[in-house]
């Protein structure tokens, strides 16, 4: 297969340009993030800013970022340390 001059395979670099809404998976480190971001990529997902975690804690999670209130506080306050009580 051919690569660019970064290395990478001439695919990655089309597909923004195609207009499609496209995730990249798989991002562990800023430099791959940077790359992606320097070619239009705009939703990611990957070790870089999560490791798995279990449903339950993912539910918590969506809960304060939907509605900015914590399971844990009745309060509207975000309180993200004890969003993983796992």
């Known amino acids: 297969m051919k690569t660019s001059v970064l290395g990478q395979p001439p695919s990655l670099y089309s597909v923004p340009n ?3 809404e496209v995730i990249a998976e798989g991002v562990e480190t800023e ?28 539910e918590k999670l969506l809960q304060i970022q939907l509605t900015g209130i ?3 506080r009745s309060s509207a306050s975000l309180d993200q340390t004890n969003a993983f009580n796992i």
């Open 70 to 72: 914590s399971p844990y």
């Open 18 to 20: 195609l207009g499609l």
């Open 31 to 58: 430099e791959e993030l940077c790359l992606l971001q320097a070619q239009n990529y705009n939703l990611y997902q990957g070790y870089y800013f999560s490791k798995p975690i279990p449903a339950d804690a993912f």
